[in-house]
């Protein structure tokens, strides 16, 4: 009876743990993020196969998810038994279609893969820009992932107040345009951030900073740089969201990338 019992338990011990691997419903709790869902739950595909598998509940930002969101993790193509059908996502379909458009639509995960080739292409007529007008783009052009005014319940607005420039990790992040620095530091689901009132009494946010170069109080000129693009706060990969308010405070924003023209910056 002693043997058969050990060869009960070892029949059973692969299915227990095939069941812990299989499709199941997960809470987000305070201070989640795709990418710590992800690894916290050894998912193969990573943050982008959690949202590919949840877009219709988490909506066109895959960076804002809420505490109390059931999403679905562990399904298909996403345990660690599915090697092939990981690597055919990222060789075809969306992602692979969206990357080299720099995908407008809700691309986080285009902007990811985009990112690097993107940034190199585009330095030397940011440098341009800067030095005719004093305004520039906050990053070397690398196209957008979000864009301003993408509709979803998750803001507290309704729609997404910024746009997402596709940068990756260490990216240097400039300041658009000459003013002073109101503030610098950590704040929540934006992680680290600058905010910065310019001349015209508009003011500028970035966020999701890795590291900040200024601090509050700090006057800054066009192009200075403030900070280098990351992936902290509630973020689901490296990219800088930026906004232009008309006051400090969230939902006072503006179109970003029209105020930017209207300085003239080419984007």
Same mark, same amino acid.
């Given at each position: 009876?002693?043997?058969?019992?050990?060869?009960?338990?070892?029949? &059973?011990?692969? $299915?227990?743990?095939?069941?812990?691997?299989?499709?199941?419903?997960?809470?987000?709790?305070?201070?989640?993020?795709?990418?710590?869902? $992800?690894?916290?739950?050894?998912?193969?595909?990573?943050?982008?196969?959690? !949202?590919?598998?949840?877009?219709?509940?988490? *909506? &066109?930002?895959?960076?804002?998810?809420?505490?109390?969101?059931?999403?679905?993790?562990?399904?298909? *193509?996403?345990?660690?038994?599915?090697?092939?059908?990981?690597?055919?996502?990222?060789? #075809?379909?969306?992602? =692979?279609?969206?990357?080299?458009?720099?995908?407008?639509?809700?691309?986080?995960?285009?902007?990811?893969? $985009?990112?690097?080739? $993107?940034?190199?292409? #585009?330095?030397?007529?940011?440098?341009?820009?800067? #030095? @005719?007008?004093?305004?520039?783009?906050?990053?070397?052009?690398?196209? +957008?992932?979000?864009?301003?005014?993408?509709?979803?319940?998750?803001?507290?607005? =309704?729609?997404?107040?910024?746009?997402? +420039?596709?940068? @990756? @990790?260490?990216?240097?992040?400039?300041?658009? *345009?000459? *003013?002073?620095?109101?503030?610098?530091?950590?704040?929540?689901?934006?992680?680290?951030?600058?905010?910065?009132?310019?001349?015209?009494?508009?003011?500028?946010?970035?966020?999701?900073?890795?590291?900040?170069?200024?601090?509050?109080?700090?006057?800054?000129?066009?192009?200075?740089?403030?900070?280098?693009?990351? @992936?902290? =706060?509630?973020?689901?990969?490296?990219?800088?969201? +930026?906004?232009?308010?008309?006051?400090?405070?969230?939902?006072?924003?503006?179109?970003? %990338?029209? !105020? %930017?023209?209207?300085?003239?910056?080419? %984007?």
């Amino acid at each position: 009876s002693v043997v058969t019992a050990h060869a009960v338990a070892a029949k &059973a011990a692969p $299915a227990k743990a095939a069941a812990e691997t299989g499709p199941r419903t997960y809470s987000v709790v305070a201070g989640d993020y795709l990418s710590k869902i $992800a690894a916290d739950h050894h998912l193969q595909g990573g943050w982008q196969k959690v !949202y590919e598998d949840n877009r219709r509940t988490i *909506g &066109a930002d895959p960076s804002l998810i809420l505490p109390g969101m059931k999403l679905t993790i562990g399904a298909k *193509g996403s345990a660690p038994t599915g090697p092939k059908s990981t690597t055919g996502a990222q060789a #075809s379909g969306k992602n =692979g279609d969206e990357a080299p458009r720099a995908s407008r639509d809700s691309g986080r995960p285009a902007a990811a893969t $985009a990112a690097p080739k $993107a940034e190199e292409s #585009s330095t030397g007529s940011s440098a341009s820009t800067a #030095s @005719s007008t004093g305004w520039v783009s906050p990053v070397a052009l690398a196209g +957008f992932s979000t864009p301003y005014h993408a509709s979803g319940s998750m803001w507290s607005s =309704g729609y997404h107040t910024g746009v997402d +420039f596709i940068a @990756s @990790s260490g990216t240097t992040v400039r300041a658009v *345009g000459a *003013g002073t620095v109101v503030s610098a530091g950590w704040s929540g689901s934006y992680g680290n951030e600058v905010v910065i009132k310019h001349e015209d009494g508009n003011y500028s946010q970035y966020a999701h900073l890795s590291s900040l170069s200024v601090s509050a109080g700090q006057s800054v000129s066009g192009g200075q740089q403030i900070g280098l693009s990351g @992936s902290t =706060g509630n973020s689901t990969g490296p990219h800088l969201h +930026f906004e232009i308010r008309t006051t400090p405070s969230y939902g006072s924003d503006v179109d970003p %990338l029209a !105020y %930017l023209r209207q300085h003239g910056v080419s %984007l």
